[in-house]
């Protein structure tokens, strides 16, 4: 009979290695990232499929704690005063831009459907404002405050929507597929979902390859970021430790699927350690706490150290399109997350307890939006329709008709080695 060997195990407390990860002693080759949430609140509620009658069809329930208070705004460890009150506007005009659109596809002046991301502002504002100049942004349908913050004005959304002629598209795309490659470092929406994170990537790669670390920042929904490219480009910026700044978009439902139905981890910034990446989880309605993470996160790419993937928790307060009156949430929790308006949150922070606006000067900023807005509803709305003579152009690229000159300048190109020299290097294979 054998004797049983008794079996020690060693505990190895991790060291946290240069870019602040833990990295085990006993194996070198093996990351772990903690989880930080800066959330001043915790989400208790599920929701659950129920069937209330055979014949009937399936619906949702919500139970849990829905009736506590909105928590306060976390202070900034960044952004000065006046740097709130921008972002604050750029809210604002987020809001009013999705209601005069959605007004004008009552209007039937809008061609197709419209994407709302309303009690998302904070997410796509904030998160943009973070990015420098040199840094590219990737928007998602619902991200059009960031479009705003990168320097689009409200008429080319409307006109985009409205298939007119000065659309950035010239009439050929009634949704929000634009972006501009050469003077705001925009990359076009991708419908597919995911698609647009290897891109990201990719470019990245191309501007280290001339010699810039610089930070590349696109958005998945918690319903895209099951898709399989999704998991391929956030591996593919880790393997590589490219700049990538991923904003998970946590919304609570995929159209119509609620995120009980989608994955099992608790959270989703949880996947970050499978990639070996930092994650952190923060409060998508408050925009201190989504400039902060968006902004370290920025600050790590332009140091070389690699992606981020930030998790902003919140809910989309309408449906997945204009055409969908999402019937299927049930309505404590949009109760809920009304007093959570990431608008209303943030006036109150700067009116209330900050004190940085006055109520008069937040009257004037509003009203400057509005005023401002009005005169771009009018000139996307006397913006002519394409000419069905112009219907051909811009499908196909013409020799001659325009140059793509490469972004960050002409990589250097390293000596080529002479043959002899390169035969003496190469090392010989025998086989028996």
């Known amino acids: 009979m054998k004797k049983k060997q008794s079996k020690s195990v060693a505990k190895v407390k991790p060291r946290a290695n240069s870019n602040g990860s833990k990295r085990s002693a006993s194996l070198p080759q093996q990351r772990t990232y903690e989880i930080p949430d800066h959330r001043l609140e915790k989400h208790e509620f599920i929701v659950r499929q129920v069937s209330k009658g055979k014949d009937e069809e399936c619906c949702y329930e919500v139970s849990g704690d829905l009736s506590a208070p909105a928590p306060p705004i976390r202070d900034s460890k960044y952004l000065s005063k006046q ?14 831009m999705e209601q005069a659109l959605e007004n004008l596809y009552k209007q039937g002046k809008v061609v197709g459907g419209v994407y709302f991301g309303l009690g998302q502002e904070a997410c796509s504002c904030a998160s943009a404002y973070a990015l420098h100049k040199d840094d590219w942004l990737a928007p998602m349908i619902r991200n059009q ?19 007119k002629a000065d659309s950035p598209t010239k009439g050929r795309d009634g949704t929000s597929h634009f972006g501009d490659i050469y003077d705001r470092n925009v990359v076009s929406p991708i419908s597919m979902l995911g698609d647009l994170i290897p891109v990201m990537a990719g470019v990245a790669l191309g501007a280290r390859l001339q010699g810039k670390n610089i930070a590349v920042m696109t958005y998945i929904g918690d319903g ?5 490219v999704t998991y391929e480009g956030i591996n593919l910026a880790a393997v590589q430790n490219l700049g990538l700044v991923l904003l998970i978009e946590s919304n609570l439902w995929a159209y119509s699927t609620p995120s009980e139905m989608q994955y099992c981890v608790k959270d989703l910034a949880e996947r970050a350690i499978g990639y070996g990446i930092p994650g952190v989880i923060i409060d998508g309605t408050d925009a201190c706490q989504v400039y902060d993470a968006a902004h370290e996160a920025a600050e790590r790419a332009h140091r070389g150290e690699g992606p981020t993937l930030i998790e902003a928790k919140m809910m989309r307060m309408k449906g997945h399109a204009i055409h ?34 006055s109520p008069q000067e937040h009257q004037k900023l509003i009203a400057d939006a509005e005023g401002y807005l009005e005169k771009e509803r009018e000139i996307a709305v006397n913006s002519p329709m394409p000419a069905p003579e112009t219907a051909e152009g811009g499908v196909y690229c013409d020799d001659g008709c325009h140059q793509i000159k ?15 020299t390169q035969r003496k290097e190469e090392a010989a294979l025998h086989f028996k």
């Open 83 to 96: 740097q709130c009150i921008e972002i604050y506007r750029w809210m604002v005009l987020n809001r009013r």
């Open 145 to 163: 405050g960031a479009l705003l913050v990168r320097g689009f004005e409200p008429r080319d959304m409307m006109m985009q929507y409205m298939a």
């Open 224 to 228: 895209g970021q099951s898709t399989g």
């Open 324 to 357: 969908d009156a999402a019937d299927y949430v049930p309505k404590p929790m949009f109760d809920y997350w009304r007093k959570r308006d990431p608008i209303a949150r943030f006036e109150n922070y700067l009116v209330k307890v900050k004190k940085w606006l």
């Open 406 to 420: 490469p972004k960050y300048g002409m990589p250097k190109l390293r000596a080529l080695k002479s043959a002899a």
